[in-house]
């Protein structure tokens, strides 16, 4: 059965999944993700006309409600490890990858983060607007939403929150 990231959100908040469920459901799409990303960066450049070429499957970025529950959580049951701690974030390391956790009061899919190894914002912007769809910008952050509503971001490899060079994971 193929479940949308929302979908699964309902199923979850009704009670119609346990929160086992519900990260079994996430992680399972989070590797599903980091396998395309793999899978792109494996392509040839003449083998395919999509608009960017990113490498990766940066992080995962979801709501919360409450920051310490969530990272006890990711930390207890999937082993995630605490990479940077703020009042208003976590960011959860995962190999290469990490899952940023920011405290809102609506739970769910905040973006989807993809490394793009050539990112300069300036054209990504305007790639993005000659192929009709509407880039977001925030600082040096590019971001822009799938046909369903997603909001994706791509970024530079050594892009991190706040400046500087992604922590290790500890």
Known sequence: ???????????????????RQFVAYLS????????????IASLEQSQTNSLFQVSELNHIAIRVQDLDRSQKFYQDVLGLSLILKRSTFRMMGCGSHFVA??????????????TLPSYD?????????????????????????????????????????GGGTRPESS
Do not use: C
């Not at 059965?1 to 929160?19: D, N």
């Not at 399972?28 to 899978?39: C, D, E, F, P, R």
């Not at 993005?128 to 490899?157: C, M, S, V, W």
């Open 1 to 19: 059965m193929s479940l949308s990231i929302e979908r699964v959100l309902e199923k979850f908040e009704t009670g119609e999944l346990s929160r």
């Open 28 to 39: 399972s799409m989070a590797v599903i993700l980091a396998g395309v990303g793999k899978g």
């Open 101 to 114: 956790l920011f405290k809102r009061s609506e739970p769910g899919l905040d973006h989807l983060a993809f």
């Open 121 to 161: 914002q300036s054209k990504v912007a305007q790639k993005l607007k000659a192929n009709g769809i509407e880039p977001i910008l925030e600082e040096e952050r590019t971001y822009f939403r799938d046909p369903d509503g997603y909001l994706i971001q791509i970024e530079h490899p050594e892009a991190w929150p």
